[in-house]
Structure formats: structure tokens, C-alpha cells
């Protein structure tokens, strides 16, 4: 869920605070619980929603989302935690201010800010949906207008009483108004030990309002900009998070997010590519080859982002892999004829459906990265939309690319912003 974010860049002095309070955690790790959203243990779980249709929901979330991608785009601790997934968006467990108020949000690689909905609320997902209350924190404080954090930032406001606003918007029309405050954010560990960091940059939602669902409680920004998870965790994490997702069907389990040098991916099968830093920096671009089907190796030349490096965008918010139309002809061409099943029409965005009342052999295909060849199991490739019904997992959309997650689940995903590379390894999730 990428925002069109018009401040954010003062972080500095708060986020150097706030890294001496992980200290602990530096030296001992912990690890958080890492949620699908369609797991009961999820607070966005429908019970009523059948296993098919929870994936062809969350096939088609990958369309809108890459909506709010693109438009950003065109406008200019050693630590585990545990993810919840949220149909292709994952959720994570945190805690606001003295004492602490528990919200689930949802994690986000295509955001920075880290919002929730505070009160007063003049316009909330829904009246009755949980708030955090600022005023029952002793360390909540709003940033004001005179400091350097704010005065001269792009598109902020100043409040009546001297605060500073921002307002986030995203290009389905969600938005969230509020205030920018400096609050302790902490961290839940099943190791039973809570990392507590003081001074954390948090929106504070008052208006909010668009297409999130009604029991969204915020964002956690998971992206490369200055207000993200990530950076103010700053040093003590040594620029490095990784995560495992687990299977569609395994949603019912969770697994973790690691931060630190909990997140180190390493060992047998392990391969590794360049990350490539271009505007916005909220965004992780890897640069793309070709993909290979069997044997046949189809190269990409598409420059969407325009360069040659950094041509895709690696998300765990987007759903499906989605590629250029040229080069997503191709693949799918060299897929359909190595099938030997009889097609049949899928939901509306899914180009290539087989009937699955038949067992049928699915192609090896490779995703080749600049010195990473990441070889995709059936899971990655294909997914069951119906009880009849299995398409693919590829779509294309004109002049852009996406590394969605189902791609990449069953691999531990790890990014080393500080080395510029992200990794990745074959691993059962369900053991992570």
C-alpha cells in the first residue's frame, strides 16, 4: 500500500535516541509473530470465506495495489517478529505508548510512515474499531512546528496549537490526516522479551478514511525511507529484516519477521542480488534478467522504471508476479506450451487457467536477478482458484514490473540495506 508521502525526511536526532534503548536486543535477538491475514489468528479473518475464495481475493487485491505503486512511483536489532498475513498483506503485532496500547496493522514494504488511528477520530474506518488514546500515554509528544523536525518540510501544515500535520493519501483514495508525534513503539517477542524503543516518528490518525477495511487499525512502513520501521531502527539493526511466507494453504500457522543478524540469510541454496537504490526510496528495486521456462530462457529488456538496473520491485504486499505486456507474452506463450491440460476461463485478470480435475505437470521456471537465480516451486507458479480451477500466477500491466509473494513464499527474503542486496534461500516456512 504505497503512499504519495509529501514529508518525512527529519528523522535524524529522534531515531539516534532511540538506538540506544536496543542495545539489549542487539545482543540477545527476539523474534515477533508473523500473521497471514486470513489465519484465524488474525483479526481480519472471515470464517464465512471459502479457501478459493480467500485466493482469488487476494489474486485480485494484486490490481488495486499496483494502482497505488505506480502512482507513487510517478510522483516524485537483531530481531524476529511475527507476521500476520492480510491477503497478500501481512499483519504485524506492535505496541503504542506508556502504557502500552496493542494495535494489529498491517506490514508494508511499499510504505514508510508507521500510522494508527488515534482520538478524537472525526471520520474512522468504523466508530467503534479500537484508538489508540494519546492522551493516556506519558510519553506521547507532538512534534511542533518551530523544531527543525517539521518547519521546513514539503507539504506539512501547523496545527492551532502548533503541531505538526501530515497527511498521507494513497491512490485508491484511502488517506489518513493527523498529527506527526514522537511516542515509545514496542516490540512483542516469543522469546518473552519486549524490545522497547523510545522516540519513534508515528502518525497519529484523527481523519481517516477510504477503502481500508474496517478493522484496519494503521500501517507499519516496512519501506526504504527515512520514517519506516526499518530506518529508525537505524544502526541497531545494521540494515538488515528478512521474512518467510508461508503457503496459501498454510494460513492457519505463522511464521517470523527477524531483524538484525537474526536476519542474515545464509547457508546451502542461498543466492543473492544487488538492491539498486531509485527514487522513491520507499521502494526495493532488483534488476531482473530473464525467467526461464524449462529450458527456454526469455530475456527482459523492458525498462520500466526507466534504467536498466532496478527494473522490478520486489513487494510482500502485491499478491502476483505482474510484468510488462511484451515480456509477460512471451512467458506466458513458453508456459501454455509446455501444458499439456485443457484451459479454461479463470477470474477476471488471471490469463492463463487450466481445469485441475486432472493432475497436470507444471514447467520449471527460474527467475534469473543479476547473480541470482531463484528456481520457483508449483506453489510459487500456480494456484488453485476453485476446486476445478488452477491459474497462473503471472499477469501483465502496462509499463511496470512487481516481484509479488507468492513468488517468493517458502523462501526466507532477506534484505541487507546497508550491503544493498537482498537474498534468498528455499526454506519451509512452517519450520521458520
Known sequence: MAAIVSIFTFVFA???????????????????????????????????????????????????????????????LEAQANVIADSGEYLLNISIGTPAFDIVAIADTGSDLIWTQCKPCSQCFEQN??????????????????TSQCANLEGSSCSSNNSCQYS??????????????ADTLTLGSTSDLRVVIPNVVIGCGHHNGGTFDENDMGIIGLGGGEVSL??????????????????????????????????????????????????????????????????????FTSKP??????NIIID???????????????????????INATKVKGPEGLNLCYDATTDFAVPD??????????????????????????????????????YGN?????????????????SFKPTDCSKN
Open 14 to 76: 529522534i531515531v539516534s535516541v532511540s538506538n540506544l534503548c536496543l542495545i539489549q536486543a542487539q545482543n540477545s535477538g527476539f523474534s515477533i509473530e508473523f500473521i497471514h491475514r486470513d489465519s484465524p489468528k488474525s483479526p481480519l479473518y472471515n470464517h464465512l470465506d471459502t479457501t478459493y475464495n480467500r485466493v482469488t481475493n487476494a489474486l485480485r487485491r494484486s490490481f488495486g495495489r499496483v494502482h497505488r505503486l505506480k502512482l507513487t512511483t510517478a510522483s516524485k
Open 129 to 146: 474499531a479500537p484508538l489508540f488514546d494519546p492522551t493516556a500515554s506519558s510519553t506521547y509528544k507532538t512534534i511542533s512546528c518551530s
Open 168 to 181: 498521507v493519501s494513497y491512490g485508491d483514495g484511502s488517506f489518513s490526516d493527523g498529527d506527526l508525534a
Open 230 to 299: 526499518i530506518s529508525q531502527l537505524g544502526t541497531s539493526i545494521a540494515g538488515k529484516f528478512s521474512y518467510c511466507l508461508l503457503p496459501l494453504t498454510d494460513a492457519g500457522n505463522s511464521s517470523k519477521m527477524n531483524f538484525g543478524s537474526d536476519a542474515i540469510v545464509s547457508g546451502n541454496g542461498t543466492v543473492s542480488t544487488p538492491l539498486t537504490k531509485l527514487d522513491p526510496p520507499t521502494f526495493y528495486f532488483l534488476t531482473l534478467e530473464a525467467i526461464s521456462v524449462g529450458n527456454n530462457r526469455i530475456n
Open 305 to 310: 522504471f526507466g534504467t536498466d538496473e532496478g
Open 316 to 338: 510482500s504486499g502485491t499478491t502476483m508476479t505482474l510484468l510488462p505486456d511484451d515480456f509477460y507474452s512471451q512467458l506466458e506463450s513458453s508456459v501454455s506450451s509446455m
Open 365 to 402: 521456471i527460474t527467475v534469473h536477478f543479476i547473480g541470482a537465480d531463484v528456481k520457483l516451486q508449483a506453489l510459487n507458479t500456480f494456484a488453485m482458484v476453485s476446486e476445478t480451477t488452477a491459474c497462473f500466477t503471472f499477469a501483465p500491466i502496462p509499463d511496470f514490473a512487481i
Open 406 to 422: 507468492l513468488a517468493q513464499m517458502n523462501f526466507l527474503v532477506g534484505y541487507d540495506t546497508e550491503k544493498k542486496t537482498v
